[in-house]
């Protein structure tokens, strides 16, 4: 049964910080993987999605990586602000390709 | 539509009542899912829907739990003699194949309180 792992669950950064936010995942055999932010209250937003024939995603000050074979995965945020105050969220295809599999996430607190 | 869109926002009933939750998913989407989020803990999957049938619906906590998309577009998660427990925010998402290699779109979610 794939598990999905996110640490730390909380991180607090000065603003201006880059800060890496780490996924792990126990069975490598992943379709894709995704990135979420979810802000207090509401749904969750796309933020990446790398497939499972890619190494890494680049969205703005975002970058994603992943490493199947070790069954990890990262979000590096660069530059931080206080906008970015959210909780993320980690979550890949499992085995049966059908289903969505999250992480519990790491709530990212950013000062100014 | 824009969006996935989920009616309604919020949902407060008593123990033992019927409630439905409302998902519309993005014009086109044949994928679509409904997961379960407690206080604290990541989305939790429930079923899912290709077209109009239900492809894996392993994660429905029992039977008083129900879902249904009769024209492949918009569905409803019916729950029955709801218990306190059922309390959660119910999401929504689609995508536009499902399975491998697609990206799924969340709406803002149900947050069903029973009191």
């Known amino acids: 049964k794939q598990e999905v792992t996110q640490i730390p669950a909380a991180l607090s950064v000065p603003e201006g910080e880059n800060l890496v936010l780490n996924c792990s995942f126990t069975?490598?055999?992943?379709?894709?993987l995704q990135w979420f932010r979810q802000d207090p209250g509401k749904g969750l937003t796309s933020l990446l999605l790398?497939?499972?024939?890619?190494r890494e995603q680049t969205s703005g000050r975002l970058n994603a990586s992943l490493d199947k074979s070790s069954g990890r995965s990262t979000l590096y945020i660069a530059a931080s602000q206080p906008g970015d105050s959210a909780t993320y969220l980690c979550?890949?295809?499992?085995?049966?390709?059908?289903?969505?599999?999250f992480g519990k996430g790491t709530t990212l607190s950013v000062s100014s | 539509g824009a969006g996935v869109s989920q009616t309604p926002s919020n949902k407060v009933t008593e123990k033992g009542k019927y409630v439905e939750l409302r998902c519309d998913p993005i014009?086109?989407?044949?994928?679509l899912y409904w997961y379960r989020q407690s206080l604290g803990q990541g989305p939790e999957f429930l079923i899912y829907?290709?077209?109009?049938?239900?492809?894996?619906d392993s994660g429905l906590p029992n039977d008083r739990f129900f879902a249904v998309r009769p024209e492949g577009s918009v569905s409803t998660l019916k729950i029955q003699r709801t218990e306190r427990g059922d309390s959660a925010v119910y999401l929504c998402a689609s995508s536009s194949a499902g399975g491998m290699n697609t990206e799924a779109f969340f709406g803002q979610g149900t947050r069903l309180t029973v009191v």
């Open positions: 829907f290709q077209g109009t049938g239900a492809a894996d």
């Open positions: 014009s086109g989407h044949t994928a």
């Open positions: 790398i497939q499972s024939s890619q």
């Open positions: 979550a890949v295809y499992g085995q049966a390709g059908t289903a969505l599999i």
């Open positions: 069975d490598s055999a992943i379709y894709n």
